[in-house]
């Protein structure tokens, strides 16, 4: 399926400088390289042509997606502008904001942090306490979100804040786009396990955004972020983030073949296999207009799951047959990803919740 | 999933298989002409294609049938490709393959001395018909139930009768194995054990769902306690991973994808039938609650006419042929 495309992408990746690595799409981050996807169009590839986008359908969108992270490049700087807040822009914006964002972020100018979670609104989001109060022209936001991957690079922040009272949970939240250097906003580091700096933390005091900044409707912020959470548990970063992983695990059983290693590798493409049509159904519902939230948790479980099994198989395949310089190097890369996995963008434990409720009802 | 249509009218039919006289269900799904769905009716099958012998396989396995309907089809699809005629599979029958070892072939002045014994062939009955695969003779023969000589029955763990296969006789219908046949007959096995695996999956689904919301303790529905919801979750994932899997089956149709497709069967069988049991508690170990129907099948057809080892080395061997991840992102991406 598209030879064309896969070949044009292909022919990008190759001719770019880097080392491919697992979770490329959160920890590769090279705006250069963002650029050079842009000028081929693959940056809001899917959105309407009136809107400036590049109007081919999310199938073909998977394509692309799933083509950079097979490389493992770093795609990290317009990842999430693409993903979600361009789609969201598109849906709920008003013509000025879509006017603003959707041809920057197409030219790999934007880069997103989101700003969701906050020390008391993890896997609870709806008792964000961020409160956004409004002023003449616009809306005072004050408040801290935490969590916040690549704040300290980013052009702009996602935030969503509370506008109704603070015991409306789901009823009054809106969503809002700041600039990064808007005064009053401030980015602290918090490293991770292993020293690497790509959470933060953003803390608001009265940071001020105009009103054309609002995304949407004021209120309407959850059933938003719910649809745009579709796109961000739906893509194929939630399997394919220890390809890179999988692929030298696979040239460890054909350097040195070993039955038991080739039944493990086959276990994992089927469920490969299974895990790229789910991705592919979930292109075909978003290009029927639908926000297949129930697929795309699945697709995220699942996936996490399988990212998860891929690490272990390469341990396995690396003791039985041996590694090669750089395998071990990228055995702990693989390590390090996982307890993110499924904990980023909606636990586990929510995404059976979500699941069971769903099946309950349907 | 595969035929909506279809779908709704062979749950209708097959309701209540289990405790259905056999001879009665079968001669109400022959009526329907359904054990020769996906043979072409130029070859005296039914018509029909891959996708609605599919779906009868997953209603079989939903309705836990005890008949041998899509077995029936993939023997009488074996005789079309090989260009003989169905009247051995008249009460339903199955195509085996049997190795050098096991079947002797003789020339004689009267026709084909067949002299063969094949251990444990599930479905193999007295009034049943035999389609044998010989890979090595590169012969297709098909056999009637009065060719057959004595033979042991017993049962698997799934009460499906299992036979040894002992012949001694001449082989009046004959023809040469077309080698692409051999491939395309494991294709299509794989997969229409998938789909009668998911059917069995999804109705341990739905039994499992009735149970947890009407079943009460600590003065609450048993799904509203999380952990019970959870293993709900999680046997529709497998639900979802398996529909998935023999959709690409179909849809972009190889060796390499049916056998995915019957890994991914063989792993979600065991676990599936696992949580089945566990939320069901007690009571869905008994002879008298329906489950088991289910379950025993899933436990039985995880090794069947495959085992799911097999079917994860096959796909290892496969994605290893190449180079670099050719072969591995062509069979899951279809992206050469």
Known sequence: MQQGLRAEIRAVVAAADFEA?????????????????????????????????????????????????????????????????????????????????????????????????????????????????QVEGGWEITGAKIWTTAAHVATHAYVLARTGPPESRHDGLTEFLVDIGTPGLSVRPIRDLVGDHHFNEMILESAFVPDR???????????????????????????????????????????????????????????????????????????????????????KLLGTLFEKDVVEVARYAFDVCGAEPGDLALLDDGLITIPSGSIRGGASEIMRTVIARQEASA | MFNDDLRAIADDVLAGSTEADTDTLWMSVVALDWPLVGVPESSGGAGGDLADALELAAAAGRNASPIPLWETGLAAWVLASSGLGLEVLQRGGVAVVAPDQQVRLESSATGLRVVARVPAVTWLRPAGGVVLVLPSAGRVVALGPGDLGPASFSTNVADEPVGDLVLDCTAEQVADLDPALLPAFEARRALLRSAAILGAVERCCSMTLDHVRDRHQFGKPLIALQAVAHGLADMTLERRRLTSAVQEGLDRGSLGTALAARAVAGSSAGTVARIAHQLHGAMGITREHQLHFVTRRLWAWTDQDVTTRYAEEAVGRLVLAGSGDDELWALSTDGR
């Open chain 1, 213 to 299: 900044r609002v995304l949407g409707a004021v209120g309407n912020g959850w059933t938003q972020v719910t649809e745009q959470l579709a796109f961000e548990r739906g893509g194929v970063e939630r399997y394919l983030s220890t390809y890179p992983l999988l692929v030298a695990a696979a040239e460890a059983g054909r350097r040195s073949p070993d039955r038991a290693v080739t039944e493990r590798i086959g276990a994992l493409a089927a469920r490969l296999v299974s895990l790229r049509r789910m991705s592919l159904e979930l292109a075909r519902a978003i290009d029927r207009g639908e926000a297949p939230t129930r697929l795309a948790a699945e697709l």
């Open chain 1, 21 to 133: 690595r697992c979770d490329s799409w959160m920890r590769g981050f090279d705006p250069a390289f963002s650029r050079k996807i842009a000028e081929h169009g693959w940056i809001g590839m899917t959105w309407p042509v009136r809107n400036g986008g590049g109007g081919r359908s999310n199938e073909e969108r998977l394509v692309v997606t799933e083509e950079l992270l097979r490389a493992g490049a770093p795609v990290a700087a317009h990842w999430t502008a693409d993903r979600q807040i361009g789609p969201s822009v598109l849906r709920h914006g008003t013509d000025d904001l879509r006017e603003e964002f959707l041809p920057a972020i197409m030219r790999a100018e934007v880069v997103v942090c989101l700003g969701l979670s906050e020390t008391e609104a993890g896997s609870d989001l709806a008792a964000v306490r961020t409160r956004a109060v």
